[in-house]
């Protein structure tokens, strides 16, 4: 498995309105942009895709842009993923039986690969990753003292 471009973007943008979550005030595309080098384009259409599930909301005006949608910790990196490649609905179950007995150890391996990374994704949140990324700048910080 790995993380599309559209998802790592998104979790990028996503992570620099959690760290301006308390500030209470909107960050601009382009301000989200330059930080984490994100072409300006894409990330209006991810933005959107957000806004449309919920997980950001939009505000209009001279000082308008985007602010998350709930609280950082509200926010799972499986409603994010959810939102943007929607996981749940690519793993489902079919409803036929496998042909062979080799498609259906496949099928069984593959379903446990689906629900253990749901579970892991499940147990993130934003404010976790926004808490990861704070320990890491200290860790740097340290380093070059």
Do not use: F
């Amino acid at each position: 498995m790995e993380l599309s471009c559209k998802t790592e973007y998104a979790l990028l943008a996503l992570l620099e309105l959690t760290g301006h979550y308390n500030d209470g005030e909107p960050l601009q595309i382009r301000q989200i942009a330059a930080q984490q080098n994100i072409p300006d384009r894409y990330l209006e259409q991810l933005l959107a895709t957000l806004r449309r599930g919920g997980l950001v909301r939009s505000q209009r005006g001279a000082k308008g842009g985007y602010v998350l949608g709930r609280e950082p910790w509200k926010i799972t990196l499986l409603d994010i993923i959810n939102c943007l490649e929607g996981l749940d609905s690519k793993a489902s179950k079919s409803d036929a039986p496998p042909k062979t007995v080799e498609s259906a150890v496949v099928g069984e391996v593959w379903q446990e690969v689906h629900d253990r990374a749901h579970d892991v994704l499940q147990g993130y949140t934003l404010q976790d990753l926004s808490e990861k990324r704070d320990a890491r700048r200290q860790l740097d910080i340290m380093y070059y003292i």
